[in-house]
């Protein structure tokens, strides 16, 4: 599990294989991200021990509660990670750009590229409705309350829904992750 947060497969190619987590299925770093990296390691050795120990300590440990709870390639586990790892990739880029100014200017274009690419994702092509439970909030405003209905949910998640879009008071939602009910409600345990 813990070589599964390293895996060129989850860091550069398909990341976090859950939607709700990685909906664009990329990996957690660009792929012009691979030769900044390899540089970056290279030049670590140029930073001062205190430096240089911080970051890769920092790399190496960042993985350890994903690895310790059996997912590995946990995006939101792993997140971490990306600071040590943006360091490195930034030591690269200034490699580059101390020996060759436009092939320096090329990869920060790349990056920007990129950049520009995952924010029109994101504002146009983001599939938010379905990610973020609008089909529930779309059922529980559908349930009549006077109606006696027995509701599957088995992990409180259409109740939470009902709660936020009915504005239950806490107390009354408390009661009802006890008793399961809510009024004529049932919130059964499938």
Do not use: C
Request: proline share 7%; hydrophobic share 45%; charged share 15%.
């Amino acid at each position: 599990e813990y070589l599964q947060a390293f895996s060129p497969q989850f860091l550069f190619i398909s990341g976090d294989h859950n939607p709700l987590l990685n909906p664009w299925s990329r990996g957690q770093l660009p792929l012009i991200f691979t030769p900044l990296l390899i540089l970056g390691f290279y030049q670590l050795r140029h930073l001062k021990v205190s430096s240089r120990l911080l970051i890769l300590s920092w790399l190496l440990l960042a993985p350890l509660p994903s690895a310790l709870a059996g997912q590995g390639n946990h995006a939101v586990r792993n997140s971490p990670m990306l600071i040590p790892l943006i360091l490195i990739a930034a030591l690269g880029t200034t490699t580059i750009f101390s020996k060759h100014k436009l092939v320096g200017f090329l990869v920060i274009g790349l990056v920007i590229f990129n950049s520009l690419s995952f924010w029109r994702f994101y504002t146009r092509n983001y599939p938010s409705a379905q990610l973020w439970g609008q089909s529930q909030r779309d059922f529980v405003n559908r349930l009549d309350p006077s109606q006696f209905l027995i509701i599957p949910d088995k992990f409180y998640v259409n109740l939470a829904y009902y709660a936020f879009e009915f504005r239950l008071d806490p107390r009354q939602l408390q009661q009802a992750i006890v008793t399961r009910r809510l009024g004529n409600l049932y919130f059964a345990d499938e």
